[in-house]
């Protein structure tokens, strides 16, 4: 009877084994996988009531800061001292909902190291430096706040650049949120709300929404066909009350149903300027998808770009527009399925402004210690050259005449020249998008910038980006100008 | 190990619990409080009765079982403790009931000595099967006595005749087992030569005689009633294991191990397809974080817990295993793993195959064979809990929700855990030359 008991003996201990290899894999080989998982809530857990580090403006405005609980020693409350305006970029540090905006891409810099363990112990006779650091943002605080103002709490995004270097200035998403509902034991409840609330203020429109540009995207195409000596502001182009798409029954008409000259030529300055519809169809199909592809990717769409957090990349689709010639012609004018996120279209402005460099767009301009110390500065990167100087300086004139002569004289300011584009693109819902984008001033670029407004009941049916996103513009490099000197 | 050292072990697991209390209020208070000084106490009292009674009633017995035994306790005690001291409390009270029956268990084999319970196994058989059937007493008839539906499992019985303020609650399974395993043994005792001898051979196969397979088939019929009736995998196939390897153990006939098997097989897939909560046992032990929004959840927190502690834990306290579902009862493993890391599991499994070893040793000593077959019995029914519990925790078998021996929260678990030490110990004893 021995022999039996020994075998089951035998197999009782395999099957301890068998539990120490599985507690091995589990406890050693996929720890870190584990502990990482994102839907394991234990890390955000563990920084719940300690310090973290600032996050400010350049000029000193406080974003986020840590607040000794007054109720509870060595407890830290996180506050957004600028509230809503800001809540996209900065985003929140929430215990029950984890990290966003800034507070997720930087909470390596921004996290105390501080653990209530032997470890700390460890650390201090190390040297180690256990206090959180902060950030810096590149946001100018009035800007940002003028934006968010100006959108009044309509749905709509502005997106602000400094052309030189890709530095965000302002990038406001509206309507928004108060992050600091969100941080407490109330966060889940509040969060839900947001979900449900009018026009989803949880979404961020100015960099991971995309939207059909409009004619703002007339740029793109006037660059391309600039760019490749195919035509020049002086060319002259049919003026048809209405542009027909090849090989389809459906036509491309102007704003209005009018034409957009004498109704017989029409130049393409004069096109651009007054944003006319029939000859930018006509253009993007005699360039061709694979030509207007070449400028379009150099101005970063259908690129991943690297931003501060992941950004869905602008989209204009070569490959199934090459068959299309009707889809051409649309997506000449910025519809069809041209897709970018205002961070996306003040890039593009950016560039033309800065004589065709195309930047990455930054948040953060430098990471430092908690004596003030800098430990890190971020530096512009280029993505490469979008278009010749030439080119860029001839865009640069024909903007300038839309905002002086065109749709967009509610774009200019009192005493400084104004370069710009409107749009109102259709997209795929009932009511337009109104657009701007522009810089300023024309003779050494400081801002560039992007502003959409999402179409609506309460926009209603006649809405347009000269009437409604361009003013938006005007006031805001007014106060750009008035805050440099 | 002498008389002296075990008990100073003792002490030295009482130490340890009391000491896990201290840093589990540390951590979440900085305070210090009556109750590691009250832990300690139970503790020393509770296994320091056992150790006694051991001393008093059967001086010759193993010196190797008590030790561990508090041990596994003491580090289920303060996950306990730290996941919720008012269940705690409870345990503690629960421990020193556990320790008074165990040391009654003992006094009783002393007068009759093991073999009183061979010649009682029908009544003990009896009374196993009524106490396993308790729970399928409706809930809402006037009667006291009735059986109560737990997480969509009839585990529970409640007595609540209106003498206590509060109802008492316990799972007659964990005592059943008992009976069971003291009957199986007496009886494959009597029948092991007509077992053994009873057999045909078809081409290289032993096949037991279609007769002789009838016990198989009663015992299996009751393990699938009660995995019907109430919905209790894991008490289920606690129950047909045990006996499964009891029958092999007496007779050494593998037909028994291939035929239960096959047997395990079918009722499982019968009960795959037949029911929704076994298909849901099923993806989430297969898929956990597919299923995390309801299946998986459990097993995903599990492993998410033993992840974070890694090697050496986040510490008693430190930690966040209230965020697994039923952490102190079914998880109790993970919540070990969690903060006391890498290093607490090991020792905990180490500390069940030492006690496993120690009865498997007495069953290899024995020279009765109803003593053998009994200390076996008991050990593989401890094995095969241990096993099927951290297995289900760590993803190795479906999760059947039975408690982890010793350490899990739970008093009934804790009665019937003790006094099958107490069995075993009185085995050693008598058997001891």
């Known amino acids: ?485 | 190990m002498t008389r002296k050292a075990e008990g100073f072990t003792i002490l030295l697991a009482s130490a340890l619990a009391a000491f896990g209390v201290t840093l589990v209020n540390f951590a979440n208070s900085g305070t210090l409080d009556a109750q590691s000084a009250l832990t300690f106490l139970v503790f020393a009292i509770a296994f320091g009765a056992l150790f006694v009674a051991t001393q008093t009633w059967a001086p010759r017995a193993s010196s190797l079982l008590i030790a561990p035994v508090a041990a596994l306790t003491a580090i289920g005690f303060l996950e306990i403790y730290r996941l919720d001291p008012a269940r705690a409390g409870l345990q503690r009270w629960w421990l020193l009931i556990a320790a008074a029956v165990a040391g009654s268990v003992l006094y009783l084999l002393h007068l009759g000595s093991t073999e009183i319970l061979r010649r009682y196994r029908y009544t003990i058989l009896l009374v196993s099967v009524i106490l396993l059937l308790l729970p399928n007493l409706p809930s809402d008839w006037g009667f006291p006595l009735r059986g109560l539906e737990v997480n969509g499992s009839r585990l529970w019985v409640v007595f609540d005749a209106g003498l206590t303020p509060f109802s008492l609650q316990f799972q007659p399974a964990e005592l059943a087992k008992l009976g069971l395993v003291i009957f199986v043994a007496a009886y494959l005792a009597d029948h092991q030569h007509a077992l053994r001898q009873a057999h045909r051979q078809v081409g290289p196969f032993r096949l037991p005689e279609p007769r002789q397979l009838l016990p198989l088939l009663i015992t299996w019929g009751l393990s699938v009633f009660i995995l019907i009736s109430q919905r209790d995998l894991g008490a289920s196939l606690l129950l047909f294991a045990s006996f499964v390897l009891l029958l092999y153990a007496a007779t050494g006939g593998g037909g028994y191990l291939v035929s239960g098997g096959l047997m395990t097989l079918l009722a499982g897939f019968a009960g795959y397809y037949a029911f929704d909560h076994v298909q849901r046992r099923v993806a989430g032990w297969l898929q956990p974080f597919e299923n995390f929004e309801d299946a998986g959840y459990q097993i995903s927190q599990g492993l998410f817990a033993l992840g974070s502690g890694s090697l050496s834990g986040a510490g008693p306290g430190l930690g966040r295993p209230d965020l697994i579902p039923n952490a102190a009862t079914d998880f109790i493993f993970a919540a070990v793993g969690e903060e006391l890391g890498f290093a607490g599991t090991v020792a905990v499994l180490a500390l069940y195959g030492l006690i496993m070893a120690v009865g498997l040793g007495i069953a290899f000593r024995s020279r009765d064979t109803f003593r053998k077959l009994l200390a076996a019995g008991l050990t593989f029914v401890l094995g095969v809990q241990t096993f099927l519990i951290i297995g289900g925790v760590l993803r190795l078998v479906p999760l059947t929700g039975i408690t982890l021996p010793f350490m899990s929260y739970g008093g009934s678990a804790l009665v019937g855990n003790l006094v099958l030490v107490a069995i075993l110990l009185r085995i050693s004893h008598e058997e001891a030359k």
Not at chain 1, 103 to 125: F, G, H, M, N, P
Not at chain 1, 144 to 157: D, E, M, P, T
Not at chain 1, 238 to 256: Q, R, W
Request: proline share 6%; aromatic share 8%.
């Open chain 1, 1 to 485: 009877m021995n022999g039996p008991i020994r075998r089951l003996a035998l197999g009782l201990f395999a099957s301890m084994a068998a539990l120490l290899i599985a507690v091995t894999w589990f406890q050693v080989f996929r720890a870190d996988a584990l502990k990482n998982d994102p839907r394991n809530a234990r890390p955000a857990l563990s920084e719940r009531g300690k310090e973290r580090g600032l996050i400010v403006t350049n000029d000193g405005t406080v974003l986020a800061r840590s607040d000794e609980d007054p109720n509870d020693a060595l407890t830290f409350v996180r506050t957004y001292p600028e509230g809503p305006a800001f809540a996209h970029v900065v985003g929140y540090s929430s215990f029950l909902l984890g990290n966003t905006g800034l507070e997720q891409t930087y909470s390596q810099d921004l996290r105390s190291r501080r653990d209530i363990t032997i470890s700390d112990l460890v650390a201090v006779i190390l040297g180690r430096d256990l206090r959180p650091s902060s950030i810096e943002v590149t946001i100018d605080a009035e800007l940002q706040k003028a934006a968010f103002a100006a959108l009044a709490g309509r749905r709509g995004a502005v997106v602000a650049l400094d052309p030189n270097t890709g530095a965000v200035l302002a990038s406001v998403s509206s309507p928004s949120f108060d992050p600091e509902a969100l941080i407490g034991d109330d966060a889940d409840a509040a969060w839900n709300a947001l979900l449900e609330a009018e026009g989803s203020p949880l979404s961020d429109r100015a960099t991971r929404e995309l939207y059909a540009p409009g004619s703002t995207f007339k740029t793109v195409v006037a660059a391309a066909g600039i760019d490749t000596g195919f035509v020049g502001p002086e060319s002259v182009f049919p003026d048809p009350v209405a542009f027909p798409l090849p090989g389809s029954e459906a036509t491309i008409s102007n704003y209005g149903g009018r034409v957009c000259a004498d109704g017989e030529t029409v130049t393409l300055l004069r096109a651009f300027v007054v944003s006319c519809n029939t000859t930018f169809a006509n253009l993007a199909i005699q360039l061709g998808a694979a030509d207007l592809g070449i400028t379009a990717e150099a101005l970063g769409f259908n690129r991943e770009l690297e931003f501060a957090w992941q950004i869905p990349p602008a989209q204009f689709n070569i490959g199934e527009l090459e068959d299309d010639p009707a889809a051409l012609g649309q997506s000449g004018i910025g519809e069809r399925d041209v897709r970018a996120a205002p961070l996306h279209m003040a890039m593009i402005a950016a560039t033309i402004a800065n004589g065709g460099q195309l930047y990455s767009p930054y948040l953060v301009s430098r990471v430092f210690d908690a004596d003030g110390n800098t430990v890190e500065t971020t530096e512009p990167v280029p993505l490469g050259r979008a278009m010749a100087p030439t080119t860029a300086s001839i865009m640069t004139q024909m903007m300038e005449r839309v905002v002086t002569e065109g749709t967009g004289t509610s774009a200019s300011v009192a005493g400084v020249r104004v370069a710009g584009k409107t749009g109102t693109a259709q997209g795929s819902g009932e009511f337009p998008h109104p657009w701007f984008i522009g810089f300023a001033p024309v003779e050494n670029p400081t801002i560039a910038l992007a502003v959409f407004l999402e179409g609506g009941p309460d926009l209603g049916e006649t809405a347009t980006g000269g009437g409604l996103a361009a003013p938006i513009a005007s006031t805001l490099i007014d106060i750009w100008l008035s805050g440099e000197q």
